[in-house]
């Protein structure tokens, strides 16, 4: 009779879950679903807190919409979600299982995000200088700790994951892994270790600080029943949502990822004997976030996507509903891509980061070479394509990929999936051989981590 892991992924907008079948490592059924979580506050417009209730609220009618004769065979349970952002609960009291197959939240925080924008740059100089190669940045937990208008009320702390695991496994205080704590700043990704003195020295409450485990280990086990799953299963520490969804589709350390959806981000393994920097550099485009087994992953990561194809989207919907016509945006952006695979190629140039980004946060958005002849929708939609894989790859040159023996690109997310004209113009940006196919989904990475691990 066959064995199932679920994996869940508790993201910023939505739940994920899927059932991956044991022997066959396939993914028999999954579902999502939108939380509705944010909670908006017009007093406070650069908070970005959601409602930690209606996030497990959705996380059971996610897991509770799995086949339940299906639920009762789950051997593992993982996790993965939101990385960066902090919750805060109370140790005996942080959720309610008097339902007795499913808990809710109780005598929790709001989870304030990774988009949270509260820390200023005045408040985080005066932060105290991390032992990390990882900057400090607002939406960070251990910048969000400092802030003064911290809970007193809670006595543990967490990502939303870790939050999960915990109430699951009915542990008094949390378990993270180094990719949650590597996240939250003022963590050494070298040594395993929390800057426990660089904290303690500037009044950093350390007993909110969680307990480190590997990245795919255990936190424990379920402590009662929960939607048909036994009390008992093992459940994997909470692990990031970005190494998950690489993990569901790299197959081998030669493969680079290149994940294109809201944003974008380029990355693949790094070689074993690699050691990320002493200190910071922020000026740096490339990031080495923890993966698995003491590896890191070299990060490009853009702040620039598919939400630059959906801005020019909007502004020719407004120019156009000012000229007395309006066509639905999912019409334009396909008549967009008619246009531009009529037109191959574009002596325009678009530099699309209207976002700027992290690395250049004061670099936007610029449109040069313009002429009379390469004005028309075809010429500027292939040339907004192309600028945003000209941007990605000025982050992390081809050259470079070829150098740490990338041998072949595994492309992947929404915006690549629905645009013929970028898939082209990620053919061109790359000598590697570039396949599609296998969707990054953090939900079926997490259970694959426990599937190969456990």
Request: net charge negative; proline share 5%; aromatic share 8%.
């Amino acid at each position: 009779m066959s064995t199932y892991i679920l994996g869940l992924d508790v993201g910023t907008t939505s739940v994920k879950a899927a059932l991956l079948e044991t022997d066959s490592r396939a993914v028999v059924v999954a579902h999502a679903l939108p939380t509705a979580s944010d909670i908006v506050d017009n007093s406070a417009i650069k908070a970005k807190e959601q409602d930690t209730g209606r996030i497990i609220d959705t996380v059971n009618r996610c897991v509770g919409l799995l086949p339940r004769d299906k639920l009762q065979r789950v051997t593992n349970i993982g996790l993965s979600g939101q990385m960066h952002g902090v919750l805060f609960w109370k140790a005996k009291s942080g959720c309610d299982w008097s339902n007795r197959d499913f808990f809710t939240a109780r005598d929790t925080s709001q989870l304030i995000t990774w988009q949270d924008g509260r820390c200023s740059s005045d408040f985080l100089s005066s932060l105290p200088k991390p032992d990390s190669h990882l900057s400090v940045a607002t939406g960070l937990g251990c910048a969000t700790i400092f802030w003064p208008e911290f809970l007193e009320d809670f006595t543990v702390a967490g990502t939303i994951q870790d939050y999960v695991v915990s109430m699951l496994c009915g542990l008094d205080g949390c378990v993270m892994t180094p990719q949650n704590a590597a996240s939250w700043g003022f963590f050494n990704t070298s040594s395993n270790q929390w800057n426990i003195d660089i904290l303690k020295g500037a009044g950093f409450p350390l007993t909110l600080l969680p307990q480190c485990v590997p990245s795919g280990g255990l936190a424990g086990q379920t402590c009662s029943d929960w939607h048909g799953i036994p009390a008992g299963t093992p459940v994997g520490a909470a692990l990031g949502d970005f190494q998950c969804s690489v993990y569901s589709c790299m197959s081998s350390r030669t493969d680079a990822v290149l994940n294109i959806g809201t944003s974008a981000q380029l990355t693949f393994v790094m070689p074993p004997d690699f050691k990320p920097p002493d200190s910071p550099q922020p000026a740096s485009s490339i990031s080495y976030f923890p993966y698995f087994d003491s590896l890191y992953l070299a990060v490009a990561a853009s702040l620039n996507g598919g939400n630059v194809l959906a801005t020019f989207v909007k502004m020719l919907t407004a120019w156009m509903k000012e000229l007395d016509a309006e066509p639905s945006d999912s019409c334009l952006y396909e008549k967009l891509i008619g246009c531009a695979l009529n037109q191959e190629t574009s002596d325009l140039r678009v530099s699309p980061t209207i976002l700027g980004e992290r690395h250049n946060p004061l670099s936007l958005g610029q449109v040069t070479n313009i002429s009379a002849s390469n004005l028309s929708l075809g010429h500027v939609t292939r040339a907004l394509c192309r600028g945003v894989l000209d941007n990605i790859t000025s982050m992390m040159p081809a050259e470079h990929l070829q150098q740490a023996g990338v041998s072949r690109i595994v492309g992947s997310g929404s915006a690549l999936a629905r645009n013929e004209v970028l898939r082209q113009e990620v053919g061109k940006a790359f000598p590697q051989p570039v396949v599609y196919g296998q969707n990054a989904e953090s939900a079926v990475g997490v259970a694959m981590v426990l599937c190969d691990r456990l």
